[in-house]
């Protein structure tokens, strides 16, 4: 069976300093990976995905995740936080077409 | 781009009634689409996979009787709540998966509120 896990529950980090959060897999093949963010009552936006390729993926809104086959690793990253970015975040693996999603960690990026 | 939208974006309805979600993808077609359910601070569970023209899969656990699922065209797939109770009260979302060659990205909407009194 294939899963994502998202080890934490709610990530606190002060504006302008470095934010990580951490998602891992288990899959017996390639993984896809991505990562979504969500706001209040909304749906999900995508930030970024990890199919093949270089292991530092570069997605929306100065996000960044690197893929760790070693470690089965796909920690979500920015330099710098804003407040802005303080919201939902859910890793997601594809087995096939139908994603499955971690259970979400909730950031928030205080000033 | 590549736009989901679903309607409406929130209903109140009374226990026993029936509720339908609509879901449009708006620059794009799409053969298969997906509905998910969020419970408050949950995660996103898939409910069904909806594919044009064809029977909608269900996961397990999901009475198909109760969720019904229409795809009648490559824009719009629709998401019924038979019989509504309490316990349907939730964020029901989908998304469209738009195709490009030999890569797929599912394209979210987004979401519905449902609350049944």
């Known amino acids: 069976a294939q899963s994502v896990a998202q080890p934490e529950d709610q990530v606190n980090v002060a504006e302008g300093n470095p934010l990580t959060v951490k998602c891992t897999y288990s899959v017996s093949g390639n993984p896809y990976l991505f990562w979504y963010v969500q706001y209040p009552n909304r749906g999900l936006q995508f930030l970024l995905k990890?199919?093949?390729?270089?292991?530092l993926v570069k997605g929306s809104y100065g996000f960044e995740a690197e893929f760790n086959k070693s470690q089965t690793s796909f920690h979500l990253k920015k330099p710098s936080a804003l407040v802005s970015d303080s919201a939902l975040y859910f890793c997601?693996?594809?087995?096939?077409?139908?994603?499955?999603f971690g259970k979400g960690t909730s950031l928030l990026v205080t000033p | 781009g590549a736009v989901v939208s679903q309607h409406p974006s929130w209903v109140i309805c009374k226990s026993g009634t029936s509720v339908k979600i609509e879901c449009r993808s708006l620059d794009f077609q799409a053969t298969t689409m997906f509905w998910y359910r969020q419970f408050p601070k949950q995660s996103l569970m898939l409910m069904a996979t909806s594919n044009e023209g064809s029977k909608a899969t269900y996961e397990q656990g999901v009475e198909k009787d109760k969720f019904l699922i229409n795809h009648a065209s490559l824009t719009l797939s629709t998401l019924t709540v038979t019989s509504a109770h309490p316990e349907d009260s939730s964020f029901y979302i989908c998304s469209a998966m738009k195709t490009s060659g030999s890569s797929y990205e599912q394209y979210f909407g987004p979401g519905t509120r449902l609350t049944v009194t």
């Open positions: 990890y199919i093949t390729g270089d292991n």
């Open positions: 997601a693996m594809t087995s096939g077409y139908a994603l499955n």
